[in-house]
C-alpha cells in the first residue's frame, strides 16, 4: 500500500532563506508524487508532481523538488523564503490503478519570519 | 475557465442530522474526488466519481454517500451526523486521462456537528 510521510509537521524559516519540506515516500508500484499548498481557508494547489522522465521538478512560486529513487524521497525546495510562502504543505502519493485517489502526507506548516 | 466551485461554504448542523453538500467540478472534467480534512487524522479520501460511477471508496462508514450526476456535478451525503463529523469536506476535478493528472480543489465546504 501507497503511503507518504512528512518529517516535520511545523517548520520556520527566516526571509530569504532556504526552504526543505521533507518527504518520504512508500509505494508499491512506481510512484507518482505531488506536493500542494494550502492557503488559510482554502482548498490545495498543485505546486509540482513527478510522474516519470527527469527526477528534478520545477513547479510554480519558484519550487522545485526531487525524486530519489534510492532514498524514497521527494523532498521540496525553495532557494529563497518569501513571506507570501507561510502556508501549508502536502506531500501525497498516487494510489495507482485506474484512479485518481491521493495519499497525503500530514502535513507541513511553513512559517516565514521577517 | 471557472474553478471548483463547492456549496455551500459553510454548514452548521446539529447531531443525527444529515447533510448534502454540492461540487461542480470544472468545465470538461469527469472525475470527482471528495476528501475530508481535520487537524486530527488530515486529508483523508472518501469516494471518486468518474462518468457517474463509484470507481473508488475510502474507508468510511456507510453514513457517507455520495453520487455524480450526467453534467459531473456530484453530491456527498452525510447521514446521522456525529460530533466527529466536523471537518473541511473538499472536492477535486480532473479530467482524467491517467492518474498522474493534476486534481483542481475547490475550497472546501467547513461543516461543525454541535
Known amino acids: 500500500a501507497q503511503s507518504v510521510t512528512q518529517l516535520g509537521s511545523h517548520v520556520s524559516v527566516s526571509e530569504g532563506a532556504l526552504v526543505l519540506l521533507r518527504c518520504n515516500y512508500s509505494s508499491s508500484v512506481p510512484p507518482y508524487l505531488f506536493w500542494y499548498v494550502q492557503y488559510p481557508n482554502q482548498g490545495l494547489q498543485l505546486l509540482l508532481k513527478y510522474t516519470t522522465g527527469a527526477t528534478l521538478v520545477k513547479g510554480i512560486n519558484g519550487f522545485e523538488a526531487e525524486f530519489k529513487k534510492s532514498e524514497t524521497s521527494f523532498h521540496l525546495t525553495k532557494p529563497s523564503a518569501h513571506m507570501s510562502d507561510a502556508a501549508e504543505y502536502f506531500c501525497a502519493v498516487s494510489d495507482g490503478g485506474a484512479t485518481n485517489k491521493l495519499i497525503f502526507g500530514t502535513g507541513t506548516l511553513l512559517a516565514v519570519q521577517p | 475557465k471557472a474553478g471548483v466551485t463547492q456549496t455551500p461554504r459553510y454548514l452548521i448542523k446539529t447531531r443525527g442530522q444529515q447533510v448534502t453538500l454540492s461540487c461542480s467540478p470544472i468545465s470538461g472534467h469527469r472525475s470527482v474526488s471528495w476528501y475530508q480534512q481535520t487537524p486530527g487524522q488530515g486529508l483523508q479520501f472518501l469516494f471518486e466519481?468518474?462518468?457517474?460511477?463509484?470507481?473508488n471508496k475510502g474507508n468510511f462508514p456507510g453514513r457517507f454517500s455520495g453520487r455524480q450526476f450526467s453534467n459531473s456535478r456530484s453530491e456527498m451525503n452525510v447521514s446521522t451526523l456525529e460530533l466527529g463529523d466536523s471537518a473541511l469536506y473538499l472536492c477535486a476535478s480532473s479530467s482524467w486521462t491517467g492518474y498522474s493528472d493534476e486534481q483542481f480543489f475547490g475550497p472546501g465546504t467547513r461543516l461543525t456537528v454541535l
Open positions: 466519481y468518474f462518468s457517474e460511477t463509484q470507481r
